[in-house]
Nanobody, 116 residues
Framework: EVQLVESGGGLVQAGGSLRLSCAFS????????IGWFRQVPGEEREEVSC????????YYAESAKGRFTISSDFAKNAVYLQMNSLKPEDTGVYYC?????????WGQGTQVTVSS
């Protein structure tokens, strides 16, 4: 069974930083990606960043480029999202996702609130 647990969310002032962590287990494929998605009420989940297990390829949404950094410790089944220079529009529930060739799996999410 694939499980993902996010942590590190919270309330921060604009300009501040947070580091999100995703601890995952049960992914048996050699090739998969771990991504971070953000969701705000009434909107679809938006992919913020992801990293590939096989080659380390990383992706960032335009809104995240230059401010967020995704990193991984696959030996420890962990992926991190360092978020700097946070803006109020970064507010939302951040979900960790494991994408394999078979399916995708979600964590329960962690709330990030950026006050102006």
């Amino acid at each position: 069974e694939v499980q993902l647990v996010e942590s590190g969310g919270g309330l921060v002032q604009a300009g501040g930083s947070l580091r999100l962590s995703c601890a995952f287990s049960g992914v048996t494929f050699d090739d998969y990606a771990i991504g971070w998605f953000r969701q705000v009420p009434g909107e679809e989940r938006e992919e913020v960043s992801c990293i590939s297990r096989s080659d380390g390829f990383t992706y960032y949404a335009e809104s995240a480029k230059g401010r967020f950094t995704i990193s991984s410790d696959f030996a420890k089944n962990a992926v991190y999202l360092q978020m700097n220079s946070l803006k109020p529009e970064d507010t939302g529930v951040y979900y960790c996702n494991a994408a394999t060739i078979i399916s995708g799996y979600w964590g329960q999410g962690t709330q990030v609130t950026v006050s102006s």
